[in-house]
């Protein structure tokens, strides 16, 4: 097997991008379908029963607008075996990230038996989550999976509801991928595939021949290729720039308010500061609602230089000071 190719638009258009992961696993094309048909065999370890295929019930479609807070990220699809399939790339902020699988999971579930079925027609309901960092720090294997369990003998009460975490975060790029797991290797492809730094790594894995790999490839690649999902992904990006932008007019119009409305003396000094702050409240609108969408620390430091205009090491440390 020959070298994966690079164009110039895989460093911005990494798998790590909630978007990218849901147009390359989301399309609901045959290719876009045989690589999330991959991904779900080796994630699930499904050598000996896999999964033959697939179909996406929430397909990308020419109405989609990038931006649009209604916009769920989320990879919809059933199997012909019969299993529900909730299959998303999560990179930002995971503090209740446990309860809205579980919201999640409870939905899928009750979605799953038609009305007037008894319960032993209830299909099967998964949910698989990359996590692009640490999410149980306390448990060293990157893969998790939750089931429900009596507490004290593992007795299983259904198997209507499984919940997997990939923790990217926890992949240890110096292990050869020879040595690694299927799985392991799937996933330091979606983690490092577009990082510039890393393009000989990932051609090493892309050698060893993983099917998940090879077709997941062939789908991120036309997309990194085509125009009109560059696009697509631009405009998501100006989206962001927008929505921020506005948030921070908005603040800065309010402190300047109370400001006018506050003691004249030590009127000019007290506007100059509310400016300030301002910016400051807008920086900080920034960083949350990009860490909402999943952007990681890189994108959004480097989107705070661009947008105000910041050195590095300014940037780097809003980030720090508002990220917490």
């Given amino acids: 097997m020959g070298k994966m190719d690079y164009n110039d ?15 390359v696993y989301g399309a609901g094309t045959e290719a876009s379908n045989a690589a999330l048909t991959a991904l779900l065999n080796v994630v699930l370890g499904r050598e000996k ?39 998303e790339m999560q990179c930002g902020n995971l503090k209740f990230f446990g309860n809205r699988t579980l919201a999640y999971g409870a939905k899928m579930v009750n979605s799953s038996l ?12 998964i949910i698989i989550s990359f996590i692009d960092d640490w999410m149980f720090p306390e448990i060293p294997e990157l893969h998790t999976e939750f089931q429900l369990r009596e507490k004290a003998w593992g007795f299983s009460l259904t198997d209507r509801l499984v919940i997997h975490f990939l923790e990217l975060g926890k992949i240890n790029d110096r292990k050869p991928p020879e040595e690694m797991t299927s799985l392991e290797r799937f996933c330091t492809y979606l983690k490092y595939t ?10 090493k894995l892309f050698e060893t021949g993983e099917e998940a790999i090879a077709m997941s490839e062939r ?10 999902l560059q696009d697509l992904l631009r405009r998501q990006e100006l989206a962001e720039h927008d929505n921020a932008t506005r948030m921070m007019i908005m603040k800065t119009e309010a402190i300047k308010q109370g400001l006018e409305e506050g003691r004249q003396e030590g009127f000019e ?26 952007k ?12 105000f205009d910041l050195d590095q090491e300014k940037a780097e440390y809003y980030f720090d000071k508002y990220s917490k």
């Fill in 9 to 23: 638009m895989k460093d911005r258009l990494k798998l790590t991008n909630d978007l990218v992961f849901y147009l």
């Fill in 49 to 87: 029963d896999p999964i033959i295929n697939v179909k996406v019930l929430n397909t990308v479609h020419k109405g989609f607008q990038p931006g649009d807070k209604c916009t769920v990220m989320d990879v919809k699809a059933e199997s012909s075996q019969g299993e529900n399939f909730d299959v």
């Fill in 114 to 125: 038609a009305k007037g079925d008894d319960y032993d027609k209830m299909k099967k309901s």
């Fill in 194 to 203: 577009g990082d510039d730094t890393k393009k000989d790594y990932v051609d």
């Fill in 219 to 228: 789908v991120y690649r036309d997309i990194t290729e085509d125009e009109s």
């Fill in 269 to 294: 000094q007290g506007i100059e500061q509310g400016l300030e702050q301002g910016l400051e409240v807008g920086i900080a609108a920034l960083i949350q609602d990009n860490l909402e969408d999943g």
């Fill in 296 to 307: 990681v620390r890189e994108q959004i430091v480097d989107k705070l230089q661009r947008r």
